[in-house]
């Protein structure tokens, strides 16, 4: 007899929902350059930067394009009708204190709005400045980082307690025998394991480890914790430009203790004011802080050439469905074609004539610079 084939991978669902409409809120204690940072990512004026608590209160939004040479060249090769380049919307939301996830200094609203995106940019203030004020009286990063880390976590203990609660009521009279009744414990289980992880084990929801029927409820649930966060400590001009500050060892310390694998970036807010008045190309790496965990992949042709960016790691029945549900509900395959090996032939058919036009079914994992053509049923 032939030998058993070994069972094939569990294929990873990502945490969070794919879409081509991605959110960045912008989050930390007040007066550390998060308005500032706003209005320099956005080029607007939009961010309240004032040196006061709660100057922001409603949040700012802004659209804020993508510069991408692969997308120019496409259309100069496509001509199309419409030209639609990537997004990404970043939110300003207002600073966050000490008992926030109780309702202090108008913490619950904040944090609603910190549900709404999709991940998270922490500024984290690590400049010294007599004339800007610190809510907590001095300047700390690794208290800030805590106190941000505990109040997200604290209403996510709130939010589970509650959702919890609610479960256990209406599921009292549960049986074992229909499959929505042990569908509904499972998820009930699963919650019990998200409660855990934040209060015994004391993890945000994205360091732990969950199989796809828990993601799904994870997802579910919108967790504080869930979402990625990139940490970016602003530092004063003159430390940014010689690369040394007292804090930068201790913050990476603090991230590898607490949430290892997160992304730390150093930057200067007054140092991106000043860059803010010269050309594109000299404000590039400004713009590149947005692009972390994101990839693009492309559709083309001449009525509309478009960008549509997805988390990296995205299957291809969920980068289709980020265009619309039916594509991903009613996946076949997907046509992929490389950005480079287009620009190298020319054409499209040249590219299918050297064999370089594929087809992908729903195993395969999207890669930054794909052009797609989807088949659905």
Not at 257 to 286: K, W, Y
Not at 325 to 343: A, H, P, Q, R, W
Request: glycine share 8%; aromatic share 8%; hydrophobic share 40%.
């Amino acid at each position: 007899m032939p030998p058993k084939k070994a069972a094939a991978a569990e294929k990873k669902v990502l945490l969070g929902r794919p879409s081509n409409n991605l959110k960045i809120g912008i989050v930390g204690l007040p007066n550390v350059g998060k308005s500032s940072f706003f209005n320099v990512l956005s080029d607007t004026d939009l961010g309240k930067a004032a040196n006061f608590p709660y100057a922001t209160i409603n949040p700012e939004e802004a659209r804020i394009p993508v510069p991408d040479a692969r997308f120019e060249w496409l259309c100069d090769l496509y001509k199309p009708a419409s030209r639609v380049p990537a997004f990404l919307t970043c939110i300003d939301i207002a600073g966050l204190t000490a008992g926030a996830s109780t309702g202090a200094g108008l913490g619950n609203a904040f944090l609603s709005h910190v549900r709404a995106v999709d991940g998270i940019f922490q500024v984290v203030r690590a400049f010294d400045d007599a004339e800007v004020i610190h809510v907590e009286g001095d300047v700390d990063p690794l208290r800030d980082m805590e106190i941000i880390q505990t109040e997200l976590r604290l209403k996510d203990i709130e939010w589970v307690e509650k959702h919890l609660d609610g479960l256990k009521r209406t599921g009292r009279s549960l049986g074992n025998n229909s499959l929505a009744d042990k569908a509904k414990k499972e998820e009930i289980a699963t919650i019990e394991k998200i409660y855990k992880a934040l209060t015994v084990d004391g993890k945000d929801v994205r360091k732990c480890e969950w199989n796809n029927k828990e993601i799904e409820v994870v997802n579910s649930l919108t967790l504080l914790t869930a979402k990625p966060i990139t940490y970016l400590v602003n530092l004063s001009e003159k430390d940014y430009i010689r690369k040394k500050n007292k804090w930068l060892a201790k913050i990476k310390g603090w991230i590898d203790t607490h949430n290892p694998g997160d992304p730390l970036i150093p930057f200067s807010v007054s140092l991106e004011e000043r860059l803010a008045q010269l050309p594109d190309d000299e404000r590039a790496e400004a713009q590149k802080n947005q692009e972390r965990r994101l990839i693009r992949y492309f559709t083309c042709g001449p009525d509309e050439v478009r960008a549509w960016t997805i988390r990296k790691g995205t299957k291809a029945p969920q980068a289709a469905g980020v265009i619309h549900s039916d594509f991903e509900n009613k996946f076949v395959c997907g046509e992929i074609m490389t950005y480079e090996d287009l620009k190298e032939h020319g054409s499209e058919a040249a590219v299918k004539a050297a064999g370089k036009l594929r087809q992908q079914g729903k195993p395969y994992e999207m890669v930054d610079g794909d052009i797609a053509y989807w088949k659905s049923g």
